[in-house]
T-cell receptor, first 111, second 111 residues
Framework: QKEVEQDPGPLSVPEGAIVSLNCTYS??????FMWYRQYSRKGPELLMY????GNKEDGRFTAQVDKSSKYISLFIRDSQPSDSATYLCAMSARGNNRLAFGKGNQVVVIP | EADIYQTPRYLVIGTGKKITLECSQTMGHDKMYWYQQDPGMELHLIHY???????EKGDLSSESTVSRIRTEHFPLTLESARPSHTSQYLCASEQANYGYTFGSGTRLTVV
């Protein structure tokens, strides 16, 4: 079993819809949770960062962490064509800075 | 504005040639990483460094080598390029537990 599972299946949504992405993980030591956005032919950029459990909101983006279920989510409200990208979840444990990445979800927002 | 720079952005080279992919960061980060990513595929860690004169192989076996003589510089070298080395190579650096900053990547094609 991989440490981080992310269903890579492409996701197409109409403009304005809510995009919901999630990852599950197996390592209970993970405490730092991140979402990266990667545009085509670019490097990933850090989108959301969360420590431990709870919610974090930044504009149209909301990140949720449920450590009891080992499940993290990213929601994008009022999706825009510019949100079309691949979204990767990533996480690490205290003292171990190497990130474990999910495979990434390709999201296409259709105008 | 990127604080981590990769050159070249694109490289087409013949089989058997020696190549060096450059990566430099201006943030003073001790930890740096090299990932390999095929189009639409997940990230694979090939090398990492936790400081000057410290380098380790990553999770994916690679015929490349790295060096870390200066904090800001983490070049990756292929002694004899082969078509199987065709991929995108991403460099990243990290401030402890605050996520990675990625470069824009080098897209390598070996013909």
């Amino acid at each position: 079993q991989k440490e981080v599972e992310q269903d890579p299946g492409p996701l197409s949504v109409p403009e304005g819809a809510i995009v919901s992405l999630n990852c599950t993980y197996s390592n209970s030591a993970f405490q730092y949770f991140m979402w990266y956005r990667q545009y085509s032919r670019k490097g990933p950029e850090l989108l959301m960062y969360t420590y431990s459990s709870g919610n974090k909101e930044d504009g149209r983006f909301t990140a949720q962490v449920d450590k009891s279920s080992k499940y993290i989510s990213l929601f994008i409200r009022d999706s825009q064509p510019s949100d079309s990208a691949t979204y990767l979840c990533a996480m690490s444990a205290r003292g171990n800075n190497r990130l474990a990445f999910g495979k990434g979800n390709q999201v296409v927002v259709i105008p | 504005e990127a604080d981590i720079y990769q050159t070249p952005r694109y490289l087409v080279i013949g089989t058997g040639k020696k190549i060096t992919l450059e990566c430099s960061q201006t943030m003073g980060h001790d930890k740096m990483y090299w990932y390999q990513q095929d189009p639409g595929m997940e990230l694979h860690l090939i090398h990492y460094s936790y400081g000057v004169n410290s380098t380790e192989k990553g999770d994916l076996s690679s015929e490349s080598t790295v060096s870390r003589i200066r904090t800001e510089h983490f070049p990756l070298t292929l002694e004899s390029a082969r078509p199987s080395h065709t991929s995108q190579y991403l460099c990243a650096s990290e401030q402890a537990n605050y996520g990675y900053t990625f470069g824009s990547g080098t897209r390598l094609t070996v013909v």
